[in-house]
């Protein structure tokens, strides 16, 4: 059974070269990266579209709406799922009032019912759903005639993984109760492997391949190990695993074409590892949900 792993973020050539190489699934901003949806339309790829509307926050901007319903249709042929442009309340950094926290998915569900209505594929609209929101929002998504084919769940950024995994369970278990529990589900900015082993989403998207490379360190079995050979203090370092352990790593390195030399030396090539790591646990995805234990009462 296989995951759909969106790669998030825009890195070096060499990198996007091994994506297009394996045909791997990719997510672009429509905000500032129109020139690499472009360039992956101009070599057959569809990508997954963004509308940015987070990042327009961090810079105090808005989208316009009508102008991004413009461009997604006319490169819908180049898209294969696209994010509704959600509202991000307050100003960014500052603390929210109650008023634009509740005004926010409001706003956020009238763009929704806007731009299903213009763009050529709704089917391939996502509306979003984010942590902070009331319940309430999900459920009108979920009870929404006619049915929503797909949604994304957006984790809070600032929230502990933890807090997070909480969240996302209780989202799951209204899908499952409401009128529409086989929609699917994408995870926006979700990380954590584990989590996405636990819960069924359908999809999600990362950029933790670039983060975990430019720190020095690659995505692992044992999870995130440091290899730079400039960062050999850090007790997460593959020097500093016990030894049964780091054979064992080394051989998952061969394995899949690399070596660690290389790794610790070359930052090109830790991106390398990680795209090509996520793209083999994606091809290769277990669900793995939580199984509880009932409590004997004696």
Not at 19 to 44: F, P, V
Request: charged share 30%; glycine share 4%; hydrophobic share 35%.
């Amino acid at each position: 059974m296989g995951f759909n792993l969106y790669f998030a973020g825009s890195q070096a050539k060499e990198a996007d070269d091994l994506i297009e190489e394996k045909n791997m699934l990719r997510l672009h901003s429509y905000l500032h990266e129109k020139k690499q949806i472009q360039r992956r339309a101009d070599k057959g790829f569809k990508t997954f579209v963004d509308s940015g509307a987070y990042s327009a926050h961090t810079k105090g901007t808005e989208i316009d709406v009508d102008t991004y319903i413009e461009y997604v249709n006319a490169m819908d042929d180049n898209i294969s799922i696209f994010a509704q442009l959600d509202k991000i309340p307050g100003e960014f950094r500052k603390p929210k009032t109650k008023e634009q926290l509740r005004d926010a998915p409001e706003q956020s569900w009238e763009n929704y019912l806007y731009m299903v209505e213009r763009v050529k594929s709704p089917e391939k609209l996502l509306p979003i759903f984010h942590q902070g929101e009331d319940f309430k929002h999900l459920k009108r998504i979920l009870e929404h005639e006619p049915k929503v084919e797909y949604m994304g769940i957006s984790p809070a950024n600032d929230m502990a993984t933890s807090a997070k995994a909480v969240w996302i369970e209780r989202c799951f278990e209204i899908i499952k109760k409401s009128s529409n529990p086989n929609i699917k589900t994408h995870a926006f900015g979700m990380t954590s492997l584990k989590y996405l082993e636990r819960f069924p989403f359908t999809s999600a998207d990362s950029t933790s391949w670039i983060m975990t490379a430019a720190t020095g360190g690659i995505m692992s079995s044992y999870g995130i190990i440091t290899v730079s050979d400039r960062a050999t203090k850090d007790p997460k370092h593959i020097f500093n695993m016990p030894n049964h352990m780091r054979e064992k790593l080394k051989e998952e390195i061969e394995s899949l074409g690399f070596d660690l030399k290389t790794l610790s030396e070359d930052y090109k090539q830790r991106l390398r590892w990680n795209i090509t790591y996520l793209h083999n646990w994606a091809e290769n995805y277990e669900y793995k949900p939580r199984k509880y234990k009932q409590k004997s009462l004696f």
